[in-house]
């Protein structure tokens, strides 16, 4: 009897943890998509597969409940793990679509040749790292701390203790 009212205890503040948390996620998501999009130097930003690919995932594991944040866009592990690409140059296709995307006016041929030029210096010296996510983790910290005691405290009011 006593696990049975604990279980259902459980259950009850999940029903109550998990929506909100759900919402906190979408937030989160929204504000590292703002991150993105006024990242210095450079924003992060330009077919809009990345930011159209962030995904909010929230579950209970048996012990906590878990909020992930995921980029699903392919060049992803490249803008936040930067890379080197050791024996293999980049493919030049990306590079000089890219180039045409923010020059639409430049001729092909100057577009392939800067395409080029940038596989070189990116086989040479890498893509450098940008720690998006970890930024955004160090600028919410307090207001991430500030929503998750919001809930627990949603979640401790509603229960009424019975004498």
Same mark, same amino acid.
């Given at each position: ?17 998990? #929506? ?20 210095? #130097? ?15 995932? &929230? ?5 906590? &409940? ?98």
């Amino acid at each position: 009897m006593r696990n049975d009212l604990w279980d259902e205890t459980i259950v009850d503040i999940l029903e109550m943890v998990i #929506p909100k948390c759900k919402e906190l996620a979408k937030e989160l998501k929204q504000r590292i998509a703002d991150k993105a999009m006024n990242y210095k #130097p450079y924003p992060i930003y330009d077919t809009g597969k990345f930011i159209d690919g962030l995904t909010e995932k &929230v579950y209970f594991d048996g012990e906590n &409940v878990n909020i992930v944040i995921s980029a699903k866009a392919e060049h992803s592990k490249y803008i936040f793990g930067g890379s080197w690409y050791g024996s293999k140059k980049p493919p030049i296709a990306p590079l000089e679509s890219w180039i045409k995307r923010k020059r639409p006016s430049i001729l092909d041929k100057d577009a392939r040749r800067i395409a080029f030029a940038l596989q070189y210096k990116i086989f040479h010296e890498g893509i450098k790292e940008r720690p998006l996510f970890n930024e955004v983790k160090k600028d919410l910290a307090s207001w991430m701390d500030a929503q998750i005691k919001n809930i627990e405290n949603e979640v401790i009011n509603s229960f009424r203790v019975i004498s």
